[in-house]
């Protein structure tokens, strides 16, 4: 770690993936956020309000995230199946789902 990598660390927000615990840019991150009802739903605008999570837009990250229990860990919540299979799919996807513009 370089002095000059920490001083543009401090300009870029960043975050960990509820999945593998890479520390990334925020931006490069996908949002998870707990809707008022318990559910997990994308977060494509990064500004709902509610309890959230990032996780990387990889495809293993959202098998492992959602798989195992480190998203419900992270949100405090519990996925329905239905839920659950509903993101899975979303991240199969994942790769398309980083070029959004803020
Ligand atoms: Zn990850």
Known sequence: MTPEMKSSSQRTPQRTCVACRQVRPKRELVRLVRTADGRVEVDASGKRPGRGGYICPARQCWELGLKGSRV?????TSLTAENR??????GEGAGQITRQRS
């Not at 419900?72 to 405090?76: F, G, I, M, V």
């Not at 299979?85 to 979303?90: S, T, V």
């Open 85 to 90: 299979e509903q993101l899975i799919k979303y």
């Open 72 to 76: 419900e860990h992270t949100l405090h």
